[in-house]
């Protein structure tokens, strides 16, 4: 605070009390005049405490600036252990980041990854088809190959041709005889079926057709030369 405001305080309070004393002299009767309403003490409390409330302003922004280094310091160390001390210092040490630190090494014990599961082999069609058929498509359906006959006379043919099946699934079918090897059949209802087993290539294949048994039959006789 600057010396004139108070030294204009006190001249107040003392012109103020100064004209209280003579009116009480004057007339001791008189009830004594009131004082400023802001005694001389409680205005220089007043502009003490106004001078002082930036300082504490400042000392309060410090005091929290303190108190959150405090607290965040346990943090980052738990964060970051290495960053003890400052760059240069023997303490020093920087952080690991992302692009520093080493992937990790495979392990020679480690399973390494799957590789592709190979597919199922193709089984060829190891005969001579009939004239009035030919191929329209072939598919693997997992350890079965399927090919689908188109045959001019419109009854279609599907073969399956499937490596070591069991021809004993289909013995509850109608027994046939087709070039001297057990088969089994059934047919009617729009849906014939014809099922061997080449013995020699250890080949099952199952046949059907939409409309006669004797397609498949015919087809069978090409199979087992």
């Keep these: ?19 209280e004393l003579r009116s009480e002299l004057e007339d001791p009767e008189r009830r004594p005049l009131m004082r400023d309403e802001i005694s001389f003490d409680l205005r220089m409390r007043r502009e003490i405490a106004a001078l002082k409330r930036p300082r504490y302003k400042r000392y309060a ?42 992937s990790p090494a495979a392990s020679p014990e480690a399973p390494s990854a799957s590789s592709p599961v190979e597919p ?26 399927v090919y689908r006959l188109n045959d001019n006379k419109l009854d ?37 079926l014809l099922t061997f087993k080449d013995e020699g290539s250890d080949i099952l294949y199952v046949l059907t057709c939409k409309y006669d048994i004797n397609t498949l039959v015919l087809m069978g006789n090409s199979i087992m030369v």
């Design 156 to 192: 279609d043919v599907v073969i399956t041709l499937e490596r070591s099946g069991d021809l004993s699934r289909y013995d509850t079918l109608t027994e046939l005889t087709i070039r001297g090897n057990s088969a089994f059949g059934s047919s009617g209802n729009g849906y014939n």
């Design 61 to 102: 922004g410090l005091i929290a600036a303190c108190l959150a280094i405090a607290l965040l310091t346990p943090l980052v160390l738990r964060l970051y252990p290495g960053s003890v001390g400052a760059p240069g210092s023997d303490s020093y040490s920087p952080a690991p980041t992302a692009s520093s630190e080493a």
């Design 1 to 19: 605070m600057k010396e004139n405001q108070y030294k204009r305080i006190a001249d107040e309070y003392l012109r103020a009390y100064g004209a």
């Design 120 to 145: 199922y082999e193709i089984l060829p069609l190891s005969f001579t088809i009939p004239d009035r058929f030919s191929v329209m498509s072939v598919e693997q359906d997992v350890n079965k190959t």
